[in-house]
């Protein structure tokens, strides 16, 4: 008979996240699974809290602005009797480095946030209270220090009560995606007019000031998609969010390239929001991605990038050969060098457009040329898109996730040039068109 979790006495559980959306949503969904909740927006409060009293659980977001997340979960290992204090870390996808020095820091479990719908963080804590870690004594039960009592068996419930709480939670999921609805339009609209500002000056300060706000934004907008069950917004923000952080983090790293790659993040995102009705389906996603480099470096860089995503491309490395696929196969989704010994990425891309298979399929020049020469001869030859080196890891995936979800909507513009595929003229995106106007 399956082991069921079901606290003795109400558990209390600490969110230390600033997102009003996301913890009144968690904080709901906990307390209608009787666990005491208590939220706290920033480190002092959470700190203070635990100073307080004693909790069972914290739920931490490693992504606060303005918090080092990393520090607060160290801090809070270092109090006395918390040892054995059971902590989830909620993390961004596209910051790898997180999970491992979560891990390393004593988190118990790492999760991530922009996966985690109201059903799946439930599921999770279910999960972490149910196994009791090795560490763990009866004076730390006693304690109160978050100690699960061993798992117990019930008996399973009746047709009639399974009935009435299938239906509570459909009515409980139909509630958070209304609120969704009606609260994305404004971080989207707030993501949106940063953008102008951030491009329109060369002062690293306001620069850095308008970076943190549409951080802010893609971060509060990821969470809430999340929440949602709308798994191509959370993804894209999130990525986007990482995106912004790393630039951030590193200024210098701000390019044209990277500028264009955030208008069409930001243009998409409202676009498959105009597009969103219902949470999408749960089929999974698993595009065919190719990439041709016949640099080894360069062509394992740029897999990698693509794997962030969670996504798993094929690699190689000789544009024949890949000639010889593309006529075999159909991908989604194309990644192209241009200097190639044999046939150029611009003649291979050519080619391409003949192909029955990959005629239509979206063609992203990786190129170290970022001149307007090389962007008309990349357009020309049928090319969507480029990407200019040395790239951010995070901004290829963020390139990769923009056409892959593209699919189905309009079609993304490239910047002001022709796009090969269809010839015709398309416009700027509209983040563009805003610092353009």
């Known amino acids: 008979m399956k082991k069921i979790y079901a606290p003795t006495r109400p558990k209390k559980i600490l969110i230390v996240d600033d997102d009003q959306f996301v913890t009144s949503i968690y904080q709901n969904q906990f307390e209608r699974e009787r666990y005491d909740v208590e939220i706290a927006s920033n480190r002092q409060s959470a ?17 606060l602005p303005g918090m080092n997340g990393l520090e607060v979960l160290r801090e809070i290992r270092s109090k006395p009797g918390a040892e054995a ?18 891990a390393q820091a004593g988190a118990t479990k790492s999760v991530i946030k922009a996966d985690c719908t109201p059903r799946q963080i439930m599921k999770i804590v279910h999960g972490v209270f149910a196994v009791r870690p090795a560490n763990a004594t009866s004076s730390d039960v006693a304690s109160g220090l978050g100690i699960a009592p061993a798992p117990v068996i019930h008996p399973p419930a009746d047709n009639s009560r399974k009935t009435l709480r299938a239906q509570s939670a459909a009515a409980f999921q139909a509630e958070v995606v209304a609120a969704f609805l009606n609260d994305a ?48 917004i959370a993804q894209l923000a999130s990525a986007l969010e990482a995106l912004l952080i790393q630039l951030h ?24 929001f105009d597009h969103a009705t219902t949470p999408d389906s749960e089929a999974s996603f698993a595009p065919a991605i190719l990439v041709v480099d016949d640099e080894i470096i360069s062509r394992e860089a740029i897999s990698s990038a693509i794997e962030k995503a969670n996504l798993h491309p094929v690699s190689v490395d000789d544009p024949i050969a890949a000639e010889g696929l593309l006529e075999k196969s159909h991908f989604d989704l194309i990644f192209l060098d241009v200097e190639m010994p044999g046939k150029n990425g611009f003649e291979l891309c050519a080619s391409i457009r003949k192909m029955a298979l990959n005629g239509d399929t979206p063609v992203v020049f990786v190129t170290a040329h970022s001149d307007l020469a090389s962007w008309a001869q990349s357009s020309l030859s049928g090319g969507n898109d480029f990407i200019a080196k040395p790239f951010l890891s995070v901004e290829l995936a963020v390139k990769a996730l923009v056409w892959l979800f593209t699919e189905g909507l309009q079609p993304l513009s490239t910047g002001g040039q022709p796009a090969g595929i269809a010839n015709k003229n398309v416009d700027q995106p509209q983040a563009l068109k805003a610092v353009a106007g």
Request: aromatic share 4%; no cysteine.
């Open 47 to 63: 700190l203070q809290m635990l100073a307080k009293h004693p909790v069972d659980l914290v739920i931490l977001d490693f992504s």
């Open 85 to 102: 204090l059971l902590v989830i870390v909620l993390l961004n996808a596209y910051l790898p480095d997180l999970a491992q020095a979560a």
């Open 249 to 272: 983090r590193k200024p210098t790293n701000i390019t044209p390239s990277v500028t264009r790659t955030i208008a069409q993040a930001a243009d998409l995102l409202a676009s498959l």
């Open 185 to 232: 339009p404004e971080k989207l609209a707030r993501l949106r007019i940063g953008y102008r500002p951030f491009v329109g000056t060369q002062r690293e300060d306001l620069r850095l000031a308008e970076l943190s706000e549409m951080h802010q934004q893609a971060r509060l907008l990821a969470g809430a998609a999340a929440v949602g069950g709308f798994r191509r």
